[in-house]
């Protein structure tokens, strides 16, 4: 299992909770963005820096992993293939997109975008907050202590 970061919007916060989690249970973890990212020096967290361009990362992360791995994303069409690759995709808010839940995402991500090109001011989401930051670092801990390398 290896956690895979679709690293290019994941907030900074998010990362570091990463990073310690990697740390402590020394599993293996891939930040790809198309921008240079600093990680610690870890044998076993490494980055992969993608060219400019849509989707670009998504695709990569997408053609490298592996059933059963950890893909860390709030793009919802990225978490759809994971789910139908059979890996498991954690928002950095906490939220698990599974089999049962995707299509409800996905079909709620659709609205919204027709909704914004209609000309309806939707906002985008609120500042991460405390209550979110630990709901992930929750669900991420559980998730490792079932799943991680021992």
Same mark, same amino acid.
């Given at each position: 299992? @290896?956690?895979?970061?679709? $690293? ?11 990073? @310690? ?7 293996? #973890? ?16 490494? *980055? ?13 992360? %997408? @053609?490298? #992993? ?9 793009? %919802?069409?990225? $978490? ?6 059979? &890996? *498991? ?9 599974? $089999? ?11 609205? #919204? ?5 209609? &000309? ?7 500042? #991460?907050?405390?209550?979110?930051? @630990?709901? *992930? ?5 559980? *998730?490792?202590?079932?799943? $991680?390398?021992?």
């Amino acid at each position: 299992m @290896k956690i895979w970061v679709d $690293a290019d919007a994941c907030p900074v916060v998010i990362k570091e909770i990463l990073f @310690k989690a990697s740390r402590r249970t020394r599993t293996p #973890m891939t930040l790809v963005a198309n921008h240079h990212l600093q990680v610690p020096a870890l044998s076993w967290v490494t *980055f992969l820096q993608v060219a400019p361009g849509f989707d670009v990362a998504d695709n990569e992360i %997408i @053609k490298r #992993m592996n059933a059963g791995d950890l893909i860390i994303t709030g793009d %919802i069409p990225l $978490a759809a293939e994971v789910v139908e690759k059979k &890996g *498991f995709a954690l928002n950095p808010r906490g939220t698990f997109y599974t $089999a049962e839940n995707i299509r409800q995402h996905l079909n709620t991500r659709d609205f #919204m975008d027709s909704l914004r090109s209609s &000309g309806v001011q939707t906002g985008g989401p609120s500042a #991460m907050g405390a209550n979110e930051k @630990k709901d *992930f670092a929750n669900q991420l801990d559980q *998730f490792l202590q079932r799943n $991680a390398p021992s």
